[in-house]
């Protein structure tokens, strides 16, 4: 079992920054942000996979987000700019052991955290 704990949401005005952060109890090969705005499905935001440091984003997302990793701290990151009121939503940590493939699609992976809390006034 993997425990995944979010943190960095917050309210910011729209053109800001926030960088959320996320701690898992252990290693897993692929980790993930997902989004899910009220009334709107969850959808991928980006993904980081421990081979090569491989990184995938959603296509609104490029530019503006990037995903990294800590492995020695088993922390993941997502450094959000230029946000808008249309980035807000709650912010879920991903895992996956498998890998990231196919991840930001289906949505289907093997650990997930609470969620943290982002609100972009405009």
């Known amino acids: 079992q993997v425990q995944l704990v979010e943190s960095g949401g917050g309210s910011v005005q729209a053109g800001g920054s926030l960088r959320l952060s996320c701690t898992a109890s252990?290693?897993?090969?692929?980790m993930a942000w997902f989004r899910q705005a009220p009334g709107k499905e969850r959808e991928g935001v980006a993904s980081i996979s421990s081979w090569r440091a491989s990184t995938y984003y959603a296509d609104s997302m490029k530019g503006r987000f990037t995903i990294s990793r800590d492995i020695a701290k088993n922390t993941l990151y997502l450094q959000m700019n230029s946000l808008s009121a249309e980035d807000t939503a709650m912010y879920y940590c991903?895992?996956?052991?498998?890998?990231?493939?196919?991840?930001?699609?289906?949505?289907?992976?093997?650990?997930w955290g609470q969620g943290t809390q982002v609100t972009v006034s405009p």
């Open positions: 991903a895992a996956r052991g498998s890998g990231c493939a196919g991840l930001m699609r289906s949505g289907e992976a093997d650990y």
């Open positions: 252990t290693y897993t090969s692929c």
